[in-house]
């Protein structure tokens, strides 16, 4: 019985945020004790080194990354934006997090393991090709795509984004590629105020659904069912990635829409289903957002325990 591997590293609890802010380390935390109190048997605990320059720069400029390795601060906690910053250890957390997402790439390649999730910190879709924003410092799943394309030479790659934000890092990498698809589901006219429809990449590689404040469950399901798999089925991936963020949970506080943990499992099976149909069952998830630490600990249990079945 092949198992599911689990990535993470004690680095991602010193990526350090200002008091309050809603992405701080005992999102980690409380996931991590959920996933203890859980006791899951065909789980392996995987850590993975910092991704190096070198693949840092298949999602980046050189000049960005530069300049984050000049930003990086000695003692104090920094500002980048208004919700974005970095503590002495941040860097370090965002480059491990990135080598996580390819070490779990390589390993469900090679078939040491069915399927993999990240659990890493900071997130990553909301970084861009030159720009930290969002929480985020590197577009993990983008790099990770590339990684993919230019490294494996897998020709066809489809990521799929949850999270109630739009992943505008990802599409923003991604956006002038056509053999890579990017579906993203979240509420519209909410940071980062992009992913409208008429976002759809340069050959309609990308598919943005904009939610109302109001979305349920009902709705939820209908657009896996009538969107979402439809178009994963008419592009026959050959490998899936998935940006699983658990902030449209009804009790989210950053987020209005009424989604629920039964929600996200669907998804999920439906996520595994297209992956046994097309990608030999590969698949790899990492989180994004949720920020409800009891709800998003035990919507990313439900998320891995479904990944495991």
Not at 78 to 98: C, H, N, R, W, Y
Not at 123 to 133: D, L, Y
Not at 144 to 151: A, E, F, P, R
Not at 203 to 226: A, G, Q
């Amino acid at each position: 019985m092949k198992k599911t591997a689990l990535y993470y590293s004690t680095i991602f609890l010193e990526h350090l945020v200002p008091e309050g802010h809603p992405e701080n380390n005992n999102r980690i935390k409380f996931i991590i004790k959920k996933i203890q109190e859980s006791n899951f048997k065909n789980l392996k605990f995987k850590k993975a080194k910092p991704a190096n320059h070198d693949i840092l720069k298949l999602g980046h400029t050189e000049s960005y990354i530069n300049w984050l390795t000049q930003l990086k601060p000695e003692k104090e906690i920094i500002k980048i934006d208004q919700d974005t910053f970095m503590s002495p250890k941040t860097l370090e957390a965002a480059k491990i997090g990135v080598g996580c997402l390819i070490d779990a790439i390589d390993s469900v390649l090679e078939k040491r393991y069915e399927n993999a999730f990240c659990l890493i910190r900071p997130p990553g879709h909301h970084a861009e090709r030159e720009k930290a924003m969002g929480f985020c410092f590197f577009s993990t799943i983008g790099i990770g795509v590339k990684y993919l394309k230019k490294i494996k030479k897998i020709s066809k790659i489809a990521v799929v984004d949850f999270d109630v934000h739009h992943g505008n890092g990802t599409q923003n990498i991604l956006w002038d590629d056509p053999e890579c698809l990017f579906i993203s589901i979240h509420q519209d006219k909410i940071f980062p105020f992009t992913g409208s429809k008429n976002e759809t990449g340069i050959k309609n590689n990308i598919l943005n659904i904009p939610v109302s404040s109001s979305s349920n469950s009902t709705e939820f399901r209908n657009f896996v069912d009538n969107i979402i798999l439809p178009r994963l089925i008419k592009f026959e991936p050959e490998f899936l990635l998935i940006s699983a963020g658990f902030d449209g949970h009804k009790d989210d506080q950053l987020s209005q829409t009424q989604w629920e943990e039964s929600d996200f499992i669907y998804i999920t099976k439906k996520l595994k289903s297209i992956a046994n149909q097309f990608c030999k069952d590969r698949i790899v998830s990492c989180l994004e957002g949720g920020y409800h630490l009891e709800k998003l600990s035990t919507c990313c249990v439900s998320h891995l325990k479904t990944l495991m079945e």
